[in-house]
């Protein structure tokens, strides 16, 4: 059931990154990929910075969503380069 949590927050985290960096859509399985590796990025960076968003559903998308930003700004710097 993890599993399916965690495909879903990416999702949602994938598809809300990409509304905010105004991207070409990919569909749902560079979304899931995208929020996923920013949830892995929002995590280190939350918890380095020793913010703790809570285990709600609204904190684990505020993470997820946060590291997808910082993912795709990421990607787009090193593709410009």
Do not use: N
């Amino acid at each position: 059931m993890e599993f399916f949590w965690m495909v879903l927050i990416g999702l949602i985290a994938g598809s809300l990154a990409r509304q905010f960096m105004k991207g070409k859509d990919f569909g749902a399985t560079v979304d899931i990929i995208t929020g996923i590796v920013g949830s892995l990025i929002g995590g280190l960076i939350f918890e380095k910075a020793g913010i703790f968003a809570g285990s709600s559903l609204v904190g684990s998308l505020l993470v997820a969503t946060t590291g997808a930003i910082i993912f795709l700004y990421g990607v787009r710097l090193i593709k410009r380069a």
